[in-house]
C-alpha cells in the first residue's frame, strides 16, 4: 500500500478546528489508514490578497490503495464534505488539501501533478513534512524531506513561528528535546477565553524562558455538577492569534481524551491549603486543578511555569503541591490584570450583560476599602470585612460565598491584622460567580 503526504491548510474561520475536522474525516475514511500528523505551524500567506490572516498548515502521512487520481478526488470530497469556502486564487479558505507526494510516482496530467510541484519552496510544507517523513524521498530532485528543508533559505525572523500540538506524546517529546539541548521552557496553563491576564502571563514567562509553552484546555473535572463547563467560551481561533501576537512559541490544545483516557483513575489529593474558601464551595474543583496542572507538568516538563495571583489560592495550592510531591518547577505569581476601573479581567467576565458589568465593579471597590482601612491602621479583620460586605451589597451583589482575611501562606484566617495578610472573596453577579483577592500589609 502506498504511503502518501497530504498537506493541509486553513486561514479561515476556526483554523485549527478546521484542520482537526479534516483530520477527523481522514480517519474515519475506510479507504485511508492515518499513519501520522505533524503539529501545526502558523505560516504568513504566501500572495493573494492583502491583509488576509495567517494560516495553520500541517502535513498528514496517509497509506492508500486509491490511485493518485482517486485520492485527490477524495480530498476534494472531504473539502466538500467540509463546506469549505474559498473565494479567490491564493485567497483565504477554510480548508484546503493537497496531495504532496504519492510513494515514489510521478503523475503530470491536467488534473493533478504529484509531487506537488511547489512543495519544494514552501518552509510551511517541508517544515511539517519533516516533521512526521524527514527521510522520505522526493522522486523528482531525488533528495529527502529534511535535505530539502536544510537546501531552503533561513527562514525570515519576522516570520510567524508558532505551532500548536494536539497530541501529548507529541507536545512532551519537543519538550524534552528543547530542554536537552539547554533551551529554557516556560509553561502557561490557561482554559482559553484569554484576555490580556493571560498574555500578561505569556510576556512573563518569555522573560524567563527562551521557548513558551501556553496549553488550552477546559477541564472538566475542576467543574462541579451544575457548574458552567458547558458554556465555558471556548474562542481557539483568537486565542491562537493572541497568544501568536504575544509571542508565544508552542500551544498545547489536547482533546479531554487525551488527558483522561480510557481507563483514567489516578487523581491528586489536594493540600491542606485547598480545604477553605473556593474548596469548601466547590468541592471537587482543586482536586481537578492539581490532577490536570501536575498532569501538564509531566507532559510539558518546563522549567518555569506562571500562574496569575488573580487565582490566589489556586496558586497556593500548586505551590504546595510542588513543594510536597518534590515537582522540579519553579512557579512565579504574576499580578492580577485589571480594567481600568478595576474589575479582574477573567474569562468569565463575557458573560456579564452590561448591567451587571456595573455591579461587578463592587468587587473590586470592596477590596480597595480593604487596603484603605488597613493602611490607615484597621487592625480588626471582622470590620474590614464587614466593610467589604457593605460594599459589595451597595453594589447590588447579595450572594456572596465569602470574604475573607486570611495568612497568605496558610490561609488560616487571620483575626487580626499585625501582619501582612489576604483578603478574598467570591460573589455572584446575576448568574456569574466571581473570584478576586487582595494583599493587605498592615503600616509597620
Ligand atoms: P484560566 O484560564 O482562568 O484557568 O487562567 C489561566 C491562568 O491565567 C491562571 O494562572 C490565572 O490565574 C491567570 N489569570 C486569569 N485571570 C488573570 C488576570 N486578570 N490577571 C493575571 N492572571 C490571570
Redo the contacts with the bound molecule.
Keep these: 500500500m502506498p504511503s502518501c503526504l497530504v498537506g493541509l491548510g486553513s486561514n479561515l474561520g476556526d483554523r485549527v478546528g478546521n484542520l482537526l475536522a479534516a483530520l477527523a474525516a481522514i480517519r474515519t475514511e475506510p479507504q485511508f489508514r492515518l499513519q501520522a500528523v505533524s503539529s501545526f505551524h502558523e505560516t504568513k500567506p504566501i500572495g493573494g490578497p492583502a491583509g488576509q490572516a495567517d494560516y495553520f498548515n500541517a502535513v498528514a502521512a496517509v497509506q492508500t490503495d486509491l490511485s493518485p487520481l482517486e485520492l485527490h478526488a477524495a480530498l476534494e470530497q472531504i473539502e466538500l464534505h467540509l463546506g469549505r469556502v474559498r473565494g479567490e486564487r491564493w485567497g483565504p479558505r477554510t480548508i484546503d488539501l493537497d496531495l504532496l507526494l504519492y510513494g515514489d510516482c510521478i503523475v503530470e496530467t491536467a488534473d493533478l501533478v504529484v509531487p506537488h510541484p511547489r512543495m519544494g519552496e514552501r518552509r510551511f510544507v517541508l517544515a511539517p513534512a519533516a516533521e512526521i517523513a524527514a527521510d522520505w524521498r522526493h522522486p523528482r530532485v531525488n533528495k529527502t524531506i529534511a535535505q530539502m528543508l536544510a537546501d531552503m533559505p533561513a527562514p525570515d525572523q519576522n516570520e510567524s513561528a508558532m505551532r500548536v500540538m494536539t497530541s501529548p506524546a507529541d507536545i512532551q517529546a519537543t519538550v524534552l528535546k528543547h530542554r536537552e539541548s539547554g533551551v529554557r521552557v516556560g509553561l502557561v496553563?490557561?482554559?482559553?477565553?484569554l484576555?490580556e491576564?493571560?498574555l500578561?502571563?505569556v510576556r512573563i514567562a518569555k522573560q524567563r524562558a527562551n521557548v513558551v509553552v501556553a496549553t488550552i484546555f477546559v477541564n472538566p473535572a475542576q467543574f462541579g455538577p451544575g457548574e458552567d463547563f458547558g458554556k465555558y467560551p471556548r474562542t481557539l481561533d483568537a486565542d491562537l492569534a493572541a497568544l501568536s501576537t504575544a509571542g508565544c512559541n508552542l500551544v498545547f490544545v489536547p482533546a479531554a481524551d487525551d488527558i483522561y483516557s480510557a481507563g483514567f483513575s489516578t487523581y491528586v489529593d489536594p493540600p491542606g491549603v485547598a480545604a477553605p474558601f473556593e474548596g469548601a464551595c466547590r468541592p471537587e474543583h482543586f482536586r481537578g486543578v492539581a490532577t490536570v496542572v501536575l498532569k501538564l507538568f509531566h507532559l510539558i516538563p518546563a522549567h518555569v511555569a506562571c500562574?496569575?495571583?488573580?487565582?490566589f489560592q489556586?496558586?497556593l495550592v500548586i505551590r504546595h503541591m510542588v513543594r510536597d510531591l518534590a515537582v522540579p518547577m519553579e512557579i512565579v505569581a504574576?499580578?492580577?490584570?485589571?480594567e481600568p476601573d478595576g474589575l479582574?479581567?477573567?474569562?468569565r467576565n463575557r458573560y456579564l450583560s452590561s448591567a451587571e458589568r456595573g455591579q461587578a465593579i463592587g468587587l473590586s471597590r470592596a477590596l480597595d476599602r480593604a487596603e484603605q482601612m488597613v493602611a490607615a491602621g484597621e487592625r480588626d479583620s471582622a470590620k474590614v470585612i464587614a466593610q467589604m460586605r457593605n460594599i459589595l451589597r451597595e453594589a447590588g451583589i447579595h450572594r456572596i460565598d465569602y470574604v475573607a482575611i486570611a495568612d497568605p501562606e496558610t490561609l488560616a484566617e487571620s483575626p487580626h491584622l499585625d501582619r501582612p495578610a489576604v483578603a478574598l472573596l467570591a460573589a455572584h453577579v446575576g448568574s456569574t460567580r466571581l473570584i478576586d483577592n487582595s494583599l493587605l500589609t498592615p503600616p509597620p
Design positions: 496553563p490557561t482554559m482559553g477565553a484576555h491576564g493571560h500578561s502571563l500562574f496569575g495571583q488573580k487565582d489556586q496558586l504574576c499580578p492580577t490584570v485589571r479582574a479581567l477573567s474569562s
